[in-house]
């Protein structure tokens, strides 16, 4: 499945953001999928999970409650409601398929989508 994130921008602290990951291929709905991040000079870090029906989700502390992942999978989409923004929030953001506990399940990541939040 090739993916594509898009819905990043500019915003000050305290925004919202809607992210959304475009999913190509028919075997979308059978995948656990995630968000990572990756913000200057740091790792790529896992942020939130979502189980292949929507059931069962799972977030990062600094992230839970403020965030809020989703999925369609009629829309082969899934998506990152991203609320009270911080800052710290300001990374590129990678949607892939994943174990629900956030294990990327392929070393292959597409270009992203900048977040930037201002002070």
């Known amino acids: 499945v090739q993916l594509q994130a898009s819905g990043g921008g500019l915003v000050q602290a305290g925004g919202s953001l809607r992210l959304s990951c475009a999913a190509s291929?028919?075997?979308?709905?059978?995948?656990?999928m995630g968000w990572f991040r990756q913000a200057p000079g740091k790792e790529r870090e896992f942020v939130t999970a979502?189980?292949?029906?929507?059931?069962?989700?799972n977030y990062v502390p600094s992230v839970k409650g403020r965030f809020t992942i989703s999925r369609d999978n009629a829309k082969n989409t899934m998506y990152l409601q991203m609320n009270s923004l911080k800052p710290e929030d300001t990374a590129i953001y990678y949607c892939?398929?994943?174990?629900?506990?956030?294990?990327?399940?392929?070393?292959?990541w597409g270009p992203g989508t900048q977040v930037t939040v201002s002070s």
């Open positions: 892939s398929a994943t174990t629900i506990d956030g294990v990327p399940l392929y070393d292959s």
């Open positions: 979502i189980n292949w029906s929507g059931a069962v989700t």
């Open positions: 291929g028919r075997t979308f709905s059978s995948f656990n």
